[in-house]
């Protein structure tokens, strides 16, 4: 798992288990972030899912895993108009 910031964009990478949920929860309370990028998560515990949720960023891009990006995609207020698939 990775988390990394880039560009005002907090990239999640890779599995991103459990433990995840605080230093996600940390690095959007630090401020600056202005969207979610999910393209490489290939796996998202729902307690970072639910960090996720209560920041209400956009999600600019979507997982690349098929099943991972439908699961996501049929939760309200996960993704804005300018959301790139």
Known sequence: M???TEERTL???GSCPVEAAEEV???LGDGGIDAIDLHDCTH???AVLQVLLHARLPIRHMPALPSLRAWLAALPNTTAPDVKT
């Open 2 to 4: 990775t988390i990394r």
């Open 11 to 13: 990239h999640l990478e």
């Open 25 to 27: 929860l940390q690095a």
């Open 44 to 46: 998202l515990h729902t």
